[in-house]
């Protein structure tokens, strides 16, 4: 058994997610690598929020006609498939799938039920509208980097198609991301009611929207002989967004063919990235550059010059824009905090043992 308390978390704005999302692919053409952490998730149905508990079944008074093997035969269990005559047990595969994937959806769980705690101690309450609202925003910042201009021109429909390929390459279910949809409503309800936009926040904020900008293709990688692949690719003349599709190591935004938000030089970006990306031109392509052990290749699609727009005129915009981005870091602000506040007992000796190693040094095991 564990019990531990969890250390806030790094406070990254969801470009800063992009540029770092996990590897699920296994490079160029690997359709089928194993999957990684999902950046988005989502839930079977918007509407069934609070029925995402698994019913137990009704008891079987007689075991299946096919042989068993010992283990099921003991419990008077069911397997879940013979093959040939030949029993697989529903313990065996239990196991399996608690030992493969059970760490992750334990870890979402427990955050969505440390969120819902606390909307509890606030009185706050959560409603079927606010997690449909959460989920259409979600829809909503995974269609954008395609390259739409604004929120309000998403094609709702046409953004289910792009989660319905995420979710198929990450090999995730819908169930398992509104649980996420589910906690960043939660998170939300509580950072809105801590945010507040002062006039002293809007030059910054005309800034990033008015200033001038950047928007670029990247290709992640994770080694130099991945580099090296990628350029042979770009220098026979395969169009840079294609290599992304193909090899880029970060799926939410490989499948858009690398394409991230437009962003300008007080974003909250890499510095490397930015100031790479503000030294090329549309069309260029850069040289291989490395943080933290990773690789990106980058080629600007387009440049905005600075708007000739007067702050004045647009002050409430601006006041709108910084409450979003303030609200999403405060969002996961108070996940990391409530996180770190809790105490956490793991019961199970296998997710004992992973949460353990997800979390060194910052708890004890009995």
């Not at 997690?131 to 925003?137: A, H, K, P």
């Not at 910042?141 to 429909?157: C, F, Y």
Request: hydrophobic letters at 40%; a neutral charge; aromatic letters at 4%.
């Amino acid at each position: 058994m564990v019990s531990q308390r969890r250390r806030p978390g790094s406070r990254r704005s969801w470009l800063i997610l992009c540029l770092a999302c996990p590897a699920v692919s296994g490079g160029c053409e690997a359709g089928s690598a194993p999957a990684g952490r999902s950046v988005r998730e989502v839930w079977d149905s918007p509407q069934s929020v609070h029925q995402n508990e698994e019913q137990a079944g009704a008891p079987v008074s007689e075991p299946p006609a096919a042989p068993m093997n010992d283990a099921a035969a003991a419990e008077d269990v069911p397997p879940v498939a013979t093959v040939n005559g030949a029993a697989i047990a529903r313990e065996e595969l239990l196991g399996l799938l608690t030992e493969m994937y059970g760490l992750e959806l334990l870890d979402l769980r427990v955050r969505l039920v440390l969120a819902r705690q606390a909307l509890a101690a606030k009185e706050f309450a959560l409603t079927p509208a606010d997690v449909r609202s959460e989920y259409e925003r979600s829809l909503v910042s995974l269609a954008l980097p395609a390259g739409q201009a604004r929120p309000d021109q998403i094609d709702l429909s046409e953004a289910e198609k792009l989660l319905e390929q995420v979710l198929a390459r990450n090999r995730m279910g819908r169930k398992q991301y509104m649980m996420k949809v589910e906690l960043d409503a939660c998170l939300r309800k509580l950072a809105e009611a801590q945010v507040t936009v002062g006039d002293e926040l809007l030059p910054a904020e005309f800034e990033r929207c008015y200033g001038e900008r950047v928007r670029v293709r990247h290709i992640q990688l994770n080694s130099l002989s991945e580099v090296g692949e990628v350029r042979s690719r770009l220098a026979a003349g395969e169009p840079f967004a294609e290599t992304a599709r193909r090899c880029s190591r970060n799926s939410a935004t490989g499948m858009n063919g690398g394409l991230l938000p437009p962003f300008s030089r007080s974003d909250d970006v890499p510095a490397l990235f930015k100031e790479v990306a503000f030294s090329l031109e549309p069309g260029q392509v850069s040289g291989p550059i490395s943080e933290n052990g990773v690789f990106q290749i980058l080629m600007v699609e387009e440049r905005f010059p600075p708007s000739r727009v007067q702050i004045e005129h647009v002050k409430e915009e601006l006041r709108e824009r910084a409450r979003s981005r303030l609200v999403l870091q405060r969002m996961q602000e108070i996940s990391a905090e409530l996180f770190d506040g809790a105490t956490v007992r793991i019961h199970d000796p296998a997710l004992a043992e992973q949460w353990r190693r997800r979390y060194p040094g910052t708890g004890r095991v009995r």
